[in-house]
């Protein structure tokens, strides 16, 4: 099946520091990949919808400056997140779709703020 | 609003005995319905979905669901668990069946399976 790939799979960082996340469809393209946070124990909640060459939409109370999202190409997605804090230590897990509406999930990136 | 409620966070079944993980939603149109499997530290893994038609959908892994509207649920099964089956499970519901990736996840079932 179709495979999606997150990078860096964990990341710890100071509080204060920017952190990318990468999201890579690797066999097929997606204009649209989304992001979700997991917090421990609990469901996944859509943070974002990524689209190729045009600007993220938000869902509501995520913030804009605080996570950036680019999808500068058919296969990849980028969150960043900026001036990290603890409270942003999470679980961050991106889909992608294909042509024909099925999504696939990324393995997962785990960010840790110190 | 939209919402999908799984009432069971944590099952424990004997490897071998069947499994139910129960699953309601609330959605104002006909709802798209999935299940998921993410195991710890991983992504998450379509077992099934339902968009239309057979109310009794397979799965991967020997797992099936039915959608019952009358009860609003979409309740997994499978008929013999095996150890290799401990994960969580997410139930989710989608807008369409083709034009969204916005999915609105139950909390999650922990299914452990002992020996």
């Known amino acids: 099946g179709a495979v999606v790939s997150q990078h860096p799979s964990r990341v710890i960082c100071k509080s204060g520091t920017s952190v990318k996340i990468e999201c890579r469809s690797l066999d097929f393209q997606a204009t649209t990949m989304f992001w979700y946070r997991q917090f421990p124990k609990k469901s996944l909640m859509l943070m974002a919808t990524?689209?190729?060459?045009?600007?993220?939409?938000?869902e509501q109370g995520v913030e804009k400056d605080k996570f950036l999202i680019n999808h500068a190409s058919l296969t990849l997605s980028t969150l960043t997140v900026t001036s990290a804090h603890p409270e942003d230590s999470s679980f961050y897990i991106c889909?992608?779709?294909?042509?024909?509406?099925?999504?696939?999930f990324g393995e997962g990136s785990r960010l840790t703020v110190l | 609003a939209q919402s999908v409620t799984q009432p069971d966070i944590h099952i424990t079944v004997s490897e071998g005995a069947s499994l139910e993980l129960r699953c309601n939603y609330s959605?104002?149109?006909?709802?798209?319905l999935f299940w998921y499997v993410q195991s710890p530290g991983q992504g998450l893994q379509l077992l099934l979905k339902?968009?239309?038609?057979?109310?009794l959908v397979q799965g991967i892994k020997g797992f099936e669901a039915e959608f019952k509207r009358s009860q609003s649920s979409f309740n997994l099964r499978k008929p013999s668990v095996h150890w290799s089956d401990a994960a969580e499970y997410f139930c989710?519901?989608?807008?369409?069946?083709?034009?969204?990736?916005?999915?609105?996840f139950g909390q999650g079932t922990t299914l452990q399976v002992k020996p």
């Open positions: 339902y968009f239309s038609g057979d109310t």
């Open positions: 989710a519901v989608g807008a369409s069946s083709s034009n969204t990736g916005k999915l609105i």
């Open positions: 889909s992608a779709r294909q042509l024909s509406g099925e999504l696939f």
């Open positions: 990524s689209n190729e060459g045009s600007k993220a939409t938000y």
């Open positions: 959605y104002g149109a006909t709802p798209y």
